[in-house]
């Protein structure tokens, strides 16, 4: 006979049963496995993004939008198969690619979603690509350890681990280093500061740049083998605030997708080699929306927002013109204003990694005084030589444009007015931004002449798609009283530089053949930028000659504006900074001519009522971006043709040493030895 006790007993432990049966079959949710934390490992983060399946809708929802608003892109038939010197760098049909995808199974929205990223890479156009905030940087992938490309007294390359790595990593991953510390095998743990200056013999059993290679094939952005080699190693840039620091792409990856590296590595004055393998850590992206489980992962980060998608410049609810573009995250420029964004045109390069805020490590920072004008990305310096002067421009883009031209123009004043006879501009890393930024420093820098008077960048074409021709037409009807939109006839100029008027069919289709494909573009466009907002001088405040453009070929878009013009008009000397020697260097990439994304094209069609067209794309479901080069520049060498396919070899490429790497100062004055010494003696410019 049972007692109560014994009851109660009983039914407590059928009720401990319960919970546990219920705790067993519970679904396990691996996005609240690594919610709120800061750090995970790269397979708790994939296990989060894989776990959801593909919603057929989501994935047609995407390729039709996709694939409409390349109508809008003027390099899709070009990038089929580009002609040389890119013919074997570019080769990428993305409509295939789109059909191909239509018939794809997928395991995971993240596995179609990684499919359309690398497609889209593989045109190697930093304009061109999809991004999607849902697992794009959501998580950022690091190892604390660097890589740079250094050369011998005796000319030989090795890469090496960066000799500034361990301060780099300890700065910035803060009490994440002790994890790196005690994942170091034997003699080595937790002594990860001596790695740093460690030459790297073998990565993943193989040499260094098999690695290095491999990631040039599928890292996009620019044309370039060479640069996107370039891409793999750490780098420098100016930042808005301050001197930045850019892991590369060894050290920071896109997605969760490599779980560690096994190294073969021999430590500074070192005789022995140690191999190891160093896990790789994911850390919460500083753009992601919290999320405590998966419903509000996908809810906070994946979904369309407010912004996602273009609007109605008229419609009453005109507010969103202010909001901030997801494509400003993935944009390699600073924050700008984006009213500025929206009336001043743009050619800014795309990618999947934001722009790091990792600082330069203080001691690779210049000890020289900025000269007063300096303001954001552009710092000026006068060397000890007292006769070099610096421009230090990490972007052409900053928060206030008109204050940004203002400064240019009087930091190289104040340079010329403290002795400077030789000018070095260093656009290491430089993203792009506003064009008439780049035509603006052309022109101060030689002064007026025809290659600058009325013309100092390209002149342009757009693509004449039936759509975009319907957007003109209805502009041409009234569809724009305010001429706001990009397709305003009266925005442009022709090829004679005289403004269209506001009826002009500027758009009319000129048919040409691209890889066996039809095609149409507009006619040329002349100069958008002149007069400029500001004053130009009367006279050159530098002798081209004595200029030199100083990179590590990572500048595009309207930084290749700006060097192309004056490295093929005036003669200007370019340098590339760190590059493979056996392989030529090309001191610039991505060239386009004005950049744009879906949001900026959706807001044409939705204002001049074409929305519900048969060929408009239908809104992103998803919390994607889609960029695109909207106009192409024409050629200098070339003119018949587009600038983007032209060669940009690099006058000399500089090779870094140990003393000299990511540290500008000690880059810029080797470079006036090299460059400068053995030149034309020094002669005054008129009006100096």
Known sequence: MYTNRMLLSCISFLSTLQVLAAQHIRPIDPCEAIAGKKWALPREVRACFTSFPLDLIIKENVIEVVNKTLAFHTSVNYQIKAPPPFEHDVHEDLHADLARMRESYYSSDFDFHLDVYRSFKRVNDGHCGVYNLCYDSLYVTYLPIPLVLLTGENGSQHVHIAPEAFQVASAEFGDEIEFWQQALPGDLKGKLASLSGATVHMINGEDPFVAVNSNALVTGGYQSFATRQNSFFATYYRGPDNWQYSMGNFAQLVHPLVDSVDLTIQLVGGVVNHTLTLPYRSRFGSASKNFTDSASYRANNCIATNSTNGYDAYASSVQQVFHTSPISLFQQQPAVSPEEARKQPMNVMLDGIPLSDISLPEHLQPALSPLEPSYSVAQFYLLNDNITGVLALGSFSAKNFTEFGLSLLSGLQKLTADGAKQLIVDVTNNGGGYICIAHWLHRIIVGPKDTTV??????????????????????????????????NPVQWTNASHLPFSAHSDWLKPHNVTINGREDAFSQRIGQECQPFRWNAPDNALFDPKRVAIVSNGRCGSSCSLFSITMSKEEGVTTVVVGGKNDIRQQYCGTVGGQSTGFSSIDTEIKTTKLKNHALAPPDFMTNSVQGITWRLGFGIDDPREPEEWQEHNADINFPLTAKTVNNPVAIWEHIVDKVFALSMPLFHVQGL
């Open 454 to 487: 009325p013309q100092a960048g390209l002149d342009t074409m757009t693509r004449a798609s039936p759509l975009a021709q319907l957007i003109v037409k209805a502009i041409q009807d009234g569809g724009d009283p305010e001429d706001q939109l990009l397709y």
